[in-house]
């Protein structure tokens, strides 16, 4: 395959971007380098210079499949055909109905009721607001605010962004607008560890103390993805669960990064054998073809939202229930489950495991941990992105770190002489890195 582009049209698609695009966290007065790609197909991203790296981002967990995977282009093009959207106030849709009947039916627990949305952010505004509405029904409108876990992350919105992590998170810069939410130090206790009645303690006690200001504990299953990449005890999990049932405060499990077999069970809930009383999904759900996310809850919780003063949820996204975006979340999912893919997840932990190990050895390495698909190299130092980057790309791979966090989630069709050749690029770049901070050039 070549996608080679002329040099011209590159440096002017690169000057344009520079001049009108704006990427995520960017600056739009010093842009950071960007990459163009061109095309991509299974593992393999084809920048438009013809070099070709093996993706180890998965899009930001999103493309479990790969790219351009024969069953979900069809299932987008035949949708195509028909209708790739059609607003959702007043009229239903196949792909969106066997979407939600699917979702329920493979979910923890009774979640029965699915609201199908934008973006995971917006999954994480509508679960919330699905708290407050429970609560304002149930005549406790006190009931508003969340406790949550330090070291989380559940969106760039503003309700999303009042409970994720205080330090990492944009706390400081909002302060004046964000709500203020309690807040649980990060669980000390990791996965596979028990966790002792001091590991929960101050969980448990900002819950007793703030229970009827406490609407809902929101958090992340087992993994806190971009704050921290931490993998907590899923006992720890079990006894959030057993704490909000005393209590009586509803819990909503984020598995917006976890779900879909990333943590090698199809949702991380499963770990603790828990079921929450509502589920935020988004980023895999479609294979990373299409935005969409859903927000999932029991038809208990959806029978009291909906006898409250308003007698219905109050949220409606223009682009809610796109039959697009459903019939290829429906092609993904069907597709994963139709395969052995926790044998799949078993195997890339294993091999993740080996290829990231000798990293460990490395100086200013804090800690190597691998979960599921999930491979962390956890740094002393944050890295600086620019240097990192061009020796990620020397090496063939494509790796976005963040912070001191070097991570790979790869495309589960990822073989596992692919996940050799990741690993390997992703050590052997970090090693020249720490050799030479600033790269070649400063030598
Ligand atoms: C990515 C993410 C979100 C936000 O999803 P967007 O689609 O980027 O809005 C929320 N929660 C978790 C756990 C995530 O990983």
């Known amino acids: ?12 698609l690169l000057a344009a971007d520079r001049r009108h695009a704006w990427h995520p966290y960017a600056s739009a007065l010093n842009p950071p380098p960007v990459y163009p790609v061109a095309s991509a197909r299974g593992v393999r991203l084809q920048l438009a210079d013809g070099r070709e790296l093996l993706d180890g981002m998965s899009s930001w967990w999103a493309a479990i499949h790969g790219y351009n995977h024969p069953v979900l282009n069809r299932a987008v093009s035949a949708q195509l055909g028909r209708m790739s959207h059609m607003m959702f106030g007043g009229l239903t849709n196949e792909p969106a109905v066997e979407l939600c009947a699917l979702l329920a039916a493979i979910t923890p627990g009774e979640l029965e009721r699915v609201f199908l949305c934008d973006s995971g952010s917006v999954a994480v505004e509508v679960a919330i607001k699905m708290a407050l509405q429970y609560w304002q029904a149930r005549g406790q409108p006190g009931r508003n605010r969340l406790l949550t876990l330090a070291g989380g992350y559940h969106g760039d919105t503003f309700m999303a962004m009042s409970v994720c992590d205080p330090v990492t998170g944009m706390h400081h810069l909002f302060r004046d607008v964000l709500p203020r939410q309690l807040f649980a130090p990060r669980p000390g206790c990791g996965f596979g560890q028990p966790a002792r009645a001091a590991d929960i303690a101050a969980f448990e006690a900002l819950l007793a103390q703030h229970r009827d200001a406490i609407a809902a504990v929101i958090l992340e299953p087992i993994v806190q993805g971009a704050g921290g990449m931490h993998f907590y005890s899923a006992d720890y999990l079990r006894r959030v669960r057993a704490l909000c049932d005393a209590h009586g405060v509803l ?60 007698g219905a949820l109050m949220h409606g996204p223009t682009f809610m229930g796109n039959p697009l ?71 063939g791979v494509w790796i976005r770190p963040f912070g001191r966090l070097v991570y790979t989630m790869p495309p589960f069709i990822m073989r596992n002489d692919e ?25």
């Open 1 to 12: 395959m070549t996608d080679q582009r002329d040099p011209h049209a590159i440096a002017a």
């Open 251 to 310: 819990l909503i499990a984020d598995e917006i990064a976890t779900g879909f077999g990333r943590t090698g069970k199809l949702f991380a809930c499963e770990h603790a054998g828990i079921a929450p009383d509502i589920l935020c999904l988004g980023k895999a759900l479609t294979g990373g073809y299409l935005s969409l996310a859903a927000t999932l809850t029991s038809g208990h919780v959806a029978g009291i939202v909906c006898s409250g003063e308003a």
């Open 325 to 395: 975006a459903c019939a290829v979340a429906l092609a993904s999912t069907r597709l994963l489950l139709s395969q052995p893919w926790q044998r799949e997840i078993a195997r890339l932990e294993a091999a993740l495991r080996a290829g990231l190990a000798p990293a460990a050895l490395l100086p200013g390495v804090r800690e190597v941990r691998v979960l599921g698909a999930i491979g962390v190299i956890e740094m002393e130092q944050e890295v600086a992105m620019g240097p990192i980057t061009e020796r990620f790309l020397a090496e």
């Open 419 to 443: 996940v050799a050749r990741l690993t390997h690029g992703m050590i052997a770049a970090l090693e020249k890195y720490l050799s030479h901070p600033a790269g070649e050039e400063a030598r």
